[in-house]
C-alpha cells in the first residue's frame, strides 16, 4: 500500500536531482488567481487550497507563505507538523533565504510559474536557482487531473463594443511608439479582450488559456491548443496565425533575434525572459492591453449597468427567501446550512436571463467561519445560521454582458454589542468611499485610508485590501486598480470599474464585509465620484444608527429609494413585501 505523502514523494525526488529544495507557487503558467485543477500543485502538495501562496520545500523542513487572507484557513488545511506558515508580504520568501540559507543552496523552481519581478528578487539571495527542465509533478501527481481544454467562443461586437480589428491596430500602435517588434501576450484576459473571445477553461473565469503575440503590423500568432476552438466560426480562425500552446516558447526564441520583444514586467513568466534573451530585447513594460482593457467603451459601462439590475432581483430573491427560512428553519430545529443557502443562492441566479455562470465561488460563511476572508463551505466545515450571530455571503455572476461581485454581511435577532459596533465601523468606512468625491487621477492606495478611518479609531484594521477592478465578462479581479495600502500607481478616471469592501475578521468569532461595485463617473471637471452599480438592500438591523452622520443617513435612504424603485417591478411578487421593509427610510421602524 503506497503511504508516501506528497512532501515526502516530492524530497525524494529533489534529493534524487541533487537539489536542496524547490519553490512551489500556486500559480499556472499565466498567473491566473484561480487555476484549473490540473495547475493546482501547492493544493496537491501541502492542503492548502487558497488563490495565493507558495511553498518553500527544503530536506528538513516545507514552508508556507500567504498572504492576510489566508493565515487562519492556512492552519485549519494543512499539517502544521509538517508545514509553518509565514506571511507572504510581512516575511516573504526572498528575505527568508537570504536569512536563513548559505551561499550556494541549489533550489529548483519552473520557469513558467515564476514571474522574471520575482525570479529578479530572488537572485539576490544566496541561494542557487536552478530552472527545471522536468517537472517533478509529471511522475509524482499520478491521479492529476486532465489539463483544461474548454471551448471558446465569440464575444460579439455589440457587447464587447469595439472590434478585434480596431483593438489591435490601438496596441500596434503603442508597439510603434516603444520602437517594438512585438507584444508577448501572457494574460489570458487580455487575449480575450484583444480577440473579443471568451473562454471556458476555468469555471467562473471565462478566459482562454493561451498565448499570443502581436507584431507592429496588427498581426496575431495566437498559441492555443486546436481542441478548444470548435465553435468559431472561420472567418475569425482565418484572421489569426494559429499554432499550438506549447508552441510558444520556442516560437519566441525563434524569431527574438535581433528583434525588440515588450513583455509584461510583472506577469510574464522568466521563461521568456530565457528564451529572448540575449539574442533579442526585452522591453520591460506592463502589457498595454491592461490599462486599455480597465478603461470600458460605453457597451460595455450599459452591459454592466443592465446585469446589475439582474443580479440585484436575484439577491432580493435571496434574501427575501432568507428573510422567510432562517427563523422558520431555527424554529423546526432544522436551521439552514452555509452549503443549502449557497445553492439556493445560485437557484435565484439561474433564473435571470442573461446569467451564465458564477463569477467565482460564493463565499457562504456563518459565523466564526466567516473570520476566514476567502472560505469556502465544505461537507466538514458546514455551519448553520442562527439568530445570534452574523452570516456573510460574497457572491457574484457572469452574465452575457457584464460581471457582477457584491458582498452582504446579515442578522437575524441580535449579535453581541461588540460585534454591532464592529458592523456599524465597517459600514461607515464603506460610505466614507463611497460618499467620496476625488480628483481624476488619483490612484487607489491614496483613497484606501478613507475606507479604514473607522476601524482605525477603534484600533482595529482588516488585512486586505478595499477594493479591486472588475473585467467585463472577465475576471474578477482584474488589473491594474486596486484600493489598498500598497502602492499601486495607475490613476483611477471615469469609466474604471472598482469594488468597495472594507472589513473586519475576529479569529475564532466572526467576520463582517460589505461590498458594492461601482463605476467611476466625473462629476465636476477635474473630479470624479463612485456611482454604484450594485443594487442590494444592506442590512441595518446591526448598525448602531446614533453613529451615523446625516451625510451616512441620506446617502443610505438615497440609495435604498434607488434600489427599491429599480428592482422592485424585477422581483417576484413574494419578495416585494421585504424589499419595500428592507430599503425604508431609516426613520421608519428603525
Known sequence: MHTTSPLSALRQWLESN??????????????????????EKLAWLTGFDGSAGLALVLKDKTLLFVDGRYQVQARAQVNLDEVEIHHLHNEPLAGWLQNN????????????LMTNADYTLLTATPCELVPLNLSPFDPLWTDRPAAPAGLIRE?????SGESSTDKRQRVAAVLAEYDADYLAVTLPDNIAWLLNVRGSDIPCSPVPLSFALLSRDGNVEWFVNDNKLGTLPDTMRNALKLAPQDMFIERCQQLARGKRVLVDADSAPVALRFAIEPQGEIIWQTDPITLMKASKNP???????????????????????????????????????????QAQQLRFREQQPGFIEQSFATISASSSNAAMCHYHSSEASNKTLGHDHFYLNDSGGQYHNGTTDATRTLAW????????????????????????????????????????RPLWEMGLDYDHGTGHGVGHQLLIHENPHRFAKKVNPWPLVAGNIMTIEPGYYQAESHGIRIEN??????????????????LIPIDLSQVEL????EQEKQWLDEYHLRVRETLSPLVESDARP?????????HVNR
Not at 541533487?18 to 485543477?37: F, K, N, T
Not at 458592523?423 to 460618499?435: C, D, I, K
Not at 467611476?520 to 477635474?526: D, M
Request: hydrophobic share 45%; net charge negative.
Open 18 to 39: 541533487h537539489l536542496d529544495g524547490m519553490i512551489v507557487p500556486r500559480a499556472d503558467a499565466w498567473q491566473s488567481e484561480y487555476c484549473a485543477p490540473y495547475d
Open 101 to 112: 540559507v548559505a551561499a550556494g543552496t541549489r533550489i529548483g523552481f519552473e520557469a513558467l
Open 155 to 159: 464575444m460579439p461586437v455589440d457587447i
Open 299 to 341: 457597451v460595455e459601462l450599459a452591459g454592466y449597468r443592465e446585469c446589475h439590475h439582474q443580479d440585484g432581483a436575484a439577491w432580493v430573491n435571496f434574501l427575501a427567501w432568507l428573510s422567510r427560512e432562517v427563523p422558520q428553519r431555527v424554529a423546526a430545529g432544522q436551521p439552514l446550512t452555509e452549503l443549502e443557502v
Open 413 to 452: 435577532g441580535k449579535v453581541d454589542p461588540q460585534q454591532r459596533l464592529h458592523y456599524t465601523a465597517v459600514l461607515r468606512g464603506f460610505l466614507s468611499l463611497m460618499t467620496l468625491q476625488f480628483p481624476s487621477g488619483s490612484q487607489g492606495h491614496q483613497l484606501d485610508a478613507f475606507a479604514r
Open 517 to 534: 461595485q461601482v463605476e467611476i463617473v466625473e462629476c465636476r471637471p477635474g473630479f470624479c465620484k463612485f456611482a454604484s452599480l450594485t
Open 546 to 549: 446614533s453613529l451615523l452622520n
Open 578 to 586: 421585504w424589499l419595500f421593509e428592507a430599503t425604508a427610510p431609516i
